[in-house]
């Protein structure tokens, strides 16, 4: 397939947000506000190939020791009780839709808060099951451990923090309460769905 990515336009990006190689990079972009930036020409068929290309672009830049965790939260799933581990999809952007379908094997565990791991982080982040979204024990912990950068394109800033809720948990803030949702998981290599409890960390609805 023809390559339709403007690849010094994103080397210019890089390069003035500083990437390097053996960098962690957490992804928060604006599909679209990132394709008309770095597409010869804009074009919307081409935009699931150009979200793989995408991907190994930046893979290459940081390396065989960096690492990428791209979002793919999932936040309809208080609504419809149902989560497919390899198949429901994000509600956070068509680029983590797009390498989902082909990496849903790189997918962490909470069906709220789930991520696709690449590189050689990913074992790690596999290992949680963290029935919270934001507990404790979680890959927010891991994610600020091993120092992951955020690496914003078309998003403001503090729609890119969604780790503050991870904070805010730990602090106990007095505006959020943690409440509980009975989902139908179906995990990988799994015929029938299983009921499990899961928490999010959501706003009260009054606040002084």
């Not at 390899?86 to 952007?93: A, E, L, P, Y």
């Not at 596999?126 to 914003?152: D, R």
């Not at 403001?156 to 949702?181: M, W």
């Amino acid at each position: 397939m023809k390559n339709n990515i403007n690849f010094e336009k994103l080397d210019k990006i890089c390069k003035k947000l500083k990437i390097k190689k053996g960098d962690n990079l957490y992804l928060s972009l604006d599909s679209f506000k990132l394709f008309s930036i770095i597409f010869k020409k804009f074009n919307k068929s081409l935009i699931k190939h150009s979200s793989l290309e995408f991907l190994k672009y930046l893979k290459k830049k940081i390396g065989p020791d960096g690492n990428i965790v791209v979002p793919v939260f999932s936040f309809n799933i208080s609504k419809t009780k149902n989560f497919n581990r390899s198949k429901t999809k994000s509600d956070v952007g068509i680029i983590g839709n797009y390498i989902l379908e082909k990496y849903y094997g790189n997918r962490t565990f909470n069906p709220f808060y789930s991520f696709l791991i690449f590189g050689k982080h990913k074992n790690t982040f596999l290992k949680y099951k963290n029935f919270g979204a934001t507990e404790l024990n979680s890959p927010w912990k891991f994610m600020i451990k091993k120092k992951y950068k955020i690496f914003s394109i078309g998003i403001h800033y503090a729609r890119s923090l969604t780790i503050n809720h991870y904070f805010e948990q730990v602090e106990g803030v007095n505006y959020r309460y943690i409440k509980n949702f009975e989902i139908n998981y179906l995990d990988f290599n799994k015929k029938k769905p299983k009921k499990m409890k899961f928490n999010f960390l959501v706003r009260k609805k009054f606040c002084d």
